[in-house]
Nanobody
Framework: QLQLVESGGGSVQPGGSLRLSCSASGVTLDYHVIGWFRQVPGKEREGVSCFSMIDGSTVYASSVKGRFTISRDNAKNTVYLQMDSLKPEDTGVYYC??????????????????????WGQGTQVLVSS
């Protein structure tokens, strides 16, 4: 059974950076799509970025494009989300998610939470001065 654990959240000033980690256990991430999502109270979970473990293709939400970068470390079975130039509106609980599916060239559809069936517990990110 695949288990995902996020880490790396915290409090940072606007313009700062954080790197979130999504560590997988129980299953090797190979034919998976990995997504990063965020949620604030009272709002729906929002897709931030997604990544195909097969071909390395990525998609970013327009709100984070150019500031966030998703990457992986196969040896550690871990996917990262590097967040730079953080803004107060980036505040939220960040979740990673996974689905085992052979996908070449992820698209915007993979930013939808209902495409995923494995979820981590979330890590809090607070961007505030």
């Amino acid at each position: 059974q695949l288990q995902l654990v996020e880490s790396g959240g915290g409090s940072v000033q606007p313009g700062g950076s954080l790197r979130l980690s999504c560590s997988a256990s129980g299953v090797t991430l190979d034919y998976h799509v990995i997504g990063w999502f965020r949620q604030v109270p009272g709002k729906e979970r929002e897709g931030v970025s997604c990544f195909s473990m097969i071909d390395g293709s990525t998609v970013y939400a327009s709100s984070v494009k150019g500031r966030f970068t998703i990457s992986r470390d196969n040896a550690k079975n871990t996917v990262y989300l590097q967040m730079d130039s953080l803004k107060p509106e980036d505040t939220g609980v960040y979740y990673c998610a996974a689905v085992k599916k052979f996908v070449l060239a992820v698209g915007p559809i993979h930013l939808s939470p209902d495409k995923y069936n494995y979820w981590g517990q979330g890590t809090q990110v607070l961007v505030s001065s």
